[in-house]
């Protein structure tokens, strides 16, 4: 059994209009370890892909299996906590927490699954990804680039069994670009990304293109 396993995925939006398809019959596997980019033109359905991988929109059409939990099948509760505790999620934007400092919002995953945070475990991450000397800071006093690095710490913090990370060293120069790399390689079971660099893409084992809500192209790189 695959660790991933999307079928026949589908994606429809409505607006009081004609109905609007993003995906449309995307179907794929990954094994566990298993590292993919996600390419494709804006609007392509990259980043409605990911998040329907992630559990945070649900498909009008059929499913997604995680280490052989259907991830839809569930109540959404229960989707909820399974997200939780086995899916880290980097957004474009971000989405840290305004109101909560640096420190809070790498903790926030762990204390809302009454998982006991290891301190030194934290400030580690937190040296590797060059935000140590932010942990008592606010997210609007640290740049974009800062503030990237932080959300990626926060969805690795859990050590989640799947990453999905949409464009994760879009504000980042070279040097942060490679560590962050580095650390998604090492320290990840499965790890999806997507990205419109095409020199990072070609840092994964897989690529798959997507155009108007298909899959045109999956190519497994040597």
Same mark, same amino acid.
């Given at each position: 059994?695959?660790?991933?396993?999307?079928?026949?995925?589908?994606?429809?939006?409505?607006?009081?209009?004609?109905?609007?398809?993003?995906?449309?019959?995307?179907?794929?596997?990954?094994?566990?370890?298993?590292?993919?980019?996600?390419?494709?033109?804006?609007?392509?359905?990259?980043?409605? =892909? +990911?998040? $329907? @991988?992630?559990?945070?929109?649900? #498909?009008?059409?059929?499913? &997604? *299996?995680?280490?052989?939990?259907? !991830?839809?099948?569930?109540?959404?509760?229960?989707?909820?906590?399974?997200?939780?505790?086995?899916?880290?999620?980097?957004?474009?934007?971000?989405?840290?927490?305004?109101?909560?400092?640096?420190?809070?919002?790498? =903790? +926030?995953? $762990? @204390?809302?699954?009454?998982?006991? #945070?290891?301190?030194?475990? &934290? *400030?580690?991450?937190?040296?590797? !990804?060059?935000?140590?000397?932010?942990?008592?800071?606010?997210?609007?006093?640290?740049?974009?680039?800062?503030?990237?690095?932080?959300?990626?710490?926060?969805?690795?913090?859990?050590?989640?069994?799947?990453?999905?990370?949409?464009?994760?060293?879009?504000?980042?120069?070279?040097?942060?670009?490679?560590? &962050?790399?580095?650390?998604?390689?090492?320290?990840?079971?499965?790890?999806?990304?997507?990205?419109?660099?095409?020199?990072?893409?070609?840092?994964?084992?897989?690529?798959?293109?997507?155009?108007?809500?298909?899959?045109?192209?999956?190519?497994?790189?040597?």
């Amino acid at each position: 059994m695959s660790f991933l396993t999307v079928r026949h995925l589908t994606k429809e939006y409505t607006g009081g209009g004609a109905p609007v398809r993003a995906l449309c019959d995307v179907s794929f596997s990954m094994e566990q370890g298993d590292f993919a980019a996600i390419v494709g033109a804006s609007g392509s359905g990259k980043s409605t =892909l +990911l998040h $329907l @991988l992630g559990g945070v929109d649900v #498909p009008t059409d059929d499913s &997604v *299996e995680i280490a052989g939990v259907d !991830l839809f099948a569930q109540k959404e509760e229960s989707r909820t906590v399974f997200r939780r505790r086995q899916i880290g999620l980097v957004y474009q934007n971000y989405n840290l927490i305004p109101y909560l400092t640096v420190r809070e919002n790498l =903790l +926030l995953p $762990l @204390l809302l699954d009454a998982r006991q #945070p290891d301190a030194e475990q &934290v *400030e580690a991450l937190a040296l590797r !990804l060059g935000v140590a000397e932010k942990l008592n800071a606010l997210p609007d006093t640290l740049s974009g680039g800062q503030q990237q690095r932080v959300a990626i710490a926060r969805a690795v913090v859990t050590r989640p069994a799947l990453l999905l990370a949409d464009e994760p060293t879009g504000n980042l120069d070279t040097a942060n670009t490679a560590g &962050v790399m580095a650390l998604l390689r090492e320290i990840h079971e499965t790890t999806i990304i997507i990205t419109h660099n095409l020199e990072l893409a070609l840092q994964a084992k897989r690529i798959i293109t997507l155009s108007d809500g298909r899959i045109v192209r999956d190519e497994v790189r040597p």
